[in-house]
């Protein structure tokens, strides 16, 4: 941080498994589980509190000093 960096979404993806509970509270995890070459990628489920998945995404940056 502190070097001041060019970021672009380059692609995403939300997928809905089921629909929201109207109450209680939803649990957001995400991972990276590459990045390099100038990229990176993202992953993320979304689960209730009974531990249903009701929803997972995915997206894929550009990050790259500014200027390069």
């Known amino acids: 941080f502190g070097e001041a960096m060019t970021v672009a979404s380059l692609n995403h993806g939300l997928w809905f498994h089921a629909p929201p509970p109207s109450g209680g509270w939803l649990l957001f995890s ?14 993320g ?24």
């Open 30 to 43: 995400t991972d990276s589980p590459a990045a390099g070459g100038g990229t990176g990628f993202t992953r």
């Open 45 to 68: 489920l979304v689960h209730d509190e009974a531990g249903a998945l009701l929803a997972s995404f995915t997206q894929e940056a550009l990050i790259r000093p500014a200027g390069a």
